[in-house]
């Protein structure tokens, strides 16, 4: 049994993906038999609530909260302080000197590798200056694609020091039906995720007109828990994927969870044809649109639906969504250790 440490600089619960992502992680480890601590900062969380209840996690390991105070609001000196100082403070935890200190924050870990720990650092973009620090001093390096792997090759990193673990997916949440969710009867089509850049929200958007011509609903969801957006996954006809190619970050380097969840949903699953995406599905398990192209989406969810043959699609996409789960990436990662 390994202790492991865990340390992420963020808000508990928030609303974005890499909470989930952290807190299903540090689960996934807890349930390989390892005795896991995540070491938090007493941030505020505006959702105000139990992040082992929002993100619906199994209470099997320690989460810790390091009171201290909170500058992120002043720009981004004010996140540089408040970052040191939490690092500072969690040096001096008792189980610091004795743990595997694992994190995705290389602005805590960069004091740490200088020290000499034995440090695991999880790499979701491409690296900066001290991305590049750590990597190289890092026991281990975790990168969630392919594309990052090679980023961190470039970068100087041995490669038998990195391992590749994509996001992962558990089995779907007991279903509800869509009068239970507030959801429209009729063709469905469901966006589930943030709004921000590099999502191909701006897609969905300049192609709504032309599905509602066709006789397709749409319904974007954002703000709700991973339970409520999975199960209203669960009831659509059709799942958008929709990222950006003109994104770096997302169109090449992320591993996206919204597209385990669309593959494990049991819809039809409609995505964009951006790196992220083909690397890890192909037109045997999806439909396929060119990237930020509004028309080619639409024609893409057309077809979907008029597909006689739509259904041998969703089973592989179900079967090859059985091969990302958390356990199995916590497997990937603990044996490369």
């Not at 290389?106 to 590049?132: C, F, I, K, M, N």
Request: net charge positive; glycine share 6%; charged share 25%.
């Amino acid at each position: 049994m390994r202790r492991i440490l865990y340390i992420a600089f963020v808000r508990m619960p928030t609303e974005k993906a890499h909470g989930f992502q952290i807190m299903k992680t540090c689960e996934a480890f807890a349930a390989a038999g390892h005795a896991v601590t995540l070491v938090t900062p007493g941030r505020k969380s505006k959702l105000g609530t139990d992040p082992f209840a929002y993100y619906d996690i199994k209470r099997n390991f320690v989460l810790a909260v390091v009171r201290t105070p909170d500058f992120v609001q002043f720009g981004f000196l004010g996140f540089l302080f408040s970052v040191a100082w939490f690092s500072e403070l969690v040096k001096w935890r008792k189980d610091f000197w004795s743990s595997i200190i694992y994190s995705r924050d290389s602005l805590v870990l960069a004091q740490y590798v200088l020290l000499g720990r034995t440090v695991v650092y999880e790499a979701h973009r491409a690296p900066t200056l001290v991305d590049r620090l750590v990597a190289r001093r890092a026991h281990r390096m975790v990168v969630i694609t392919e594309s990052l792997r090679a980023e961190f090759l470039r970068a100087g990193v041995p490669p038998a020091r990195i391992l590749v673990a994509h996001d992962a997916v558990d089995a779907p949440p007991p279903t509800r039906s869509r009068e239970e969710l507030g959801l429209p009867s009729g063709k469905l089509v469901v966006y589930a995720g943030s709004r921000g850049p590099g999502k191909g929200i701006e897609t969905i958007e300049a192609a709504l007109p032309h599905l509602k011509e066709k006789g397709v609903q749409m319904h974007l969801i954002s703000g709700k828990t991973p339970r409520e957006a999975r199960q209203a996954l669960a009831v659509a006809d059709v799942v958008l994927v929709p990222n950006s190619a003109q994104n770096e970050q997302y169109g090449v380097h992320s591993s996206p969870m919204k597209l385990f969840e669309a593959l494990a949903s049991g819809a039809r699953v409609v995505a964009s044809d951006a790196p992220a995406i083909t690397q890890v599905v192909t037109d045997k398990e999806v439909w396929f649109f060119k990237a930020d192209d509004p028309d080619d989406l639409v024609h893409a969810v057309i077809e979907a639906f008029d597909d006689s043959h739509a259904q041998d699609r969703v089973v592989r996409a179900q079967e090859l969504a059985q091969r990302y789960s958390w356990d199995e990436r916590a497997r990937i990662i603990l044996d490369g250790l």
